[in-house]
């Protein structure tokens, strides 16, 4: 496949931002200790710095999906490079815990307009044919920034401090801006751009994630499940404005019509909700039961994320040629293989047989998400490319946000108020097979919808 000047610059703008989003937030993980040391955050505080973000990004992502269809997606792709470059920058500054947190929701407003607006881009410059190959080099990006995140994160941390980790983004943000400006082009104009949108149903699809996620913080107590409660009616709520507008933010016939992409979609939200928490648990797992070093867990856990990175163009690629239903199947039947392996861990399980389950799962994964999304993209025709991004990107961080709301229910329920390291090693590991055991049967579930999703009509697109 021979790519013009311009579809090799797209393919490296996007690859660049994908990389960005996914090396701020493992990177940061490592460095929380170090910002609750800095600025003497208590532990709901301290976990804000790594919940604002994704809080802001899932409340935006849907939104810009429509707001690209109809504004054009190269626009707000260059406002969301701004934003998250000059956000990087004040969270590298920031005076206060408060700042951090609050820099943080902005940075979280720009990644939600790249992730979302940077696939539709990519298949807008592709051929139908090569959509599989170019969003699997997209998704490798992704990986390597989970894969490279820790370790760049541990040394910035160690011997320049947490707010270089802020800076090293602002200058990756700042020569993507570049490239992007110089390179991305304009918008083509579709029929639907320059039309209004009903924004009604926004504030409560908004209000509805911001009462799940505070929510959860508080559960089990009477407050949290409330919150949950009020998120959920709000939700509905939403959903039953967008039902009957005549210019909805999301078009709700897509999920309701459109089999293809409503299973697809909620493929993506089940794989995502039953395996992200996988590096939150056996991080614990390593350093409390297996007494690793932070640096000897991290070298455990970037096997998961190497073999995604290294696979997901193949899995894209294949899937230019195979249906993609055989090969996410497949792949969500791997994953959920490794969480039931997973919750069969033991104090003295080697750790050779953990790096061999989590290389299990990354391949699993890879199998699952670039095909998936390939359908997803290919279910909708062009001048819906934002929407059908922005989609899934919206199922990727609310399936994050369920994923981690499970192993904290499992936590908050076991341990009350008990630190992690007060906690004793029997009561932690049951608390962690009892995690594994629910997302496994959420993977379960997951394969269903993911193998009677239907086909892909290629000769249409």
Request: charged share 10%; glycine share 10%; proline share 3%.
């Amino acid at each position: 496949m021979l790519w013009t000047k311009n579809q090799i610059s797209i393919m490296g703008i996007v690859a660049v931002t994908s990389f960005m989003g996914t090396f701020l937030i493992s990177s940061v993980n490592i460095a929380l200790p170090a910002i609750e040391e800095s600025f003497h955050l208590d532990a709901v505080a301290l976990s804000w710095v790594v919940t604002a973000f994704l809080l802001s990004t899932a409340m935006f992502l849907l939104p810009v999906g429509r707001w690209g269809d109809l504004k054009g997606i190269r626009r707000l792709f260059k406002m969301g490079v701004l934003i998250f470059t000059l956000s990087s920058l004040a969270c590298g500054l920031s005076a206060s815990g408060f700042w951090l947190i609050f820099f943080r929701y902005i940075q979280g407003m720009g990644a939600a307009l790249t992730s979302t607006t940077g696939p539709a881009i990519l298949v807008s410059a592709f051929s139908p044919k090569n959509r599989g190959r170019v969003l699997g080099i997209a998704v490798s990006a992704v990986y390597l920034g989970l894969a490279f995140g820790p370790f760049a994160g541990g040394f910035l941390t160690e011997f320049i401090g947490w707010r270089s980790i802020f800076f090293v983004a602002s200058v990756l943000g700042l020569f993507t801006s570049l490239l992007t400006f110089f390179f991305l082009g304009k918008d083509t104009i579709f029929e639907a751009q320059g039309k209004r949108t009903d924004l009604k149903g926004t504030f409560f699809y908004m209000l509805g994630l911001v009462l799940l996620v505070y929510g959860s913080s508080f559960i089990p107590s009477v407050s949290g499940w409330l919150m949950q409660g009020g998120g959920i009616l709000a939700l509905i709520i939403f959903w039953l404005i967008e039902n009957k507008s005549a210019r909805p933010v999301i078009e709700t016939r897509l999920y309701t019509r459109n089999r293809l992409f409503a299973y697809s979609n909620l493929a993506a939200l089940i794989n995502y909700s039953a395996t992200f928490a996988i590096i939150f648990l056996l991080s614990l797992y390593l350093q409390k039961i297996q007494r690793l070093s932070p640096r000897d867990a991290g070298m455990v856990l970037i096997a998961q994320p190497i073999v995604m990175a290294l696979f997901s163009p193949l899995a894209g690629r294949l899937s230019d040629r195979i249906q993609s239903r055989y090969l996410a199947s497949l792949g969500m039947a791997m994953c959920t293989l490794g969480l039931v392996a997973f919750a069969f861990l033991s104090d003295t399980t080697p750790i050779g047989f953990i790096v061999a389950i989590l290389i299990w799962v990354g391949l699993g994964f890879a199998f699952f998400s670039s095909p998936n999304m390939n359908t997803i993209m290919s279910s909708v025709g062009k001048h819906q490319y934002g929407l059908a991004s922005g989609s899934a990107a919206t199922m990727r961080v609310i399936g994050q946000i369920v994923s981690m709301t499970i192993a904290t229910l499992f936590f908050a329920a076991m341990f009350g108020n008990q630190s992690i390291l007060e906690v004793p090693n029997t009561l932690f590991m049951t608390a962690m097979k009892w995690g594994f055991v629910s997302f496994s049967l959420i993977s379960l579930a997951g394969i269903y919808f993911s193998f009677n999703r239907g086909k892909i009509n290629r000769e249409a697109q």
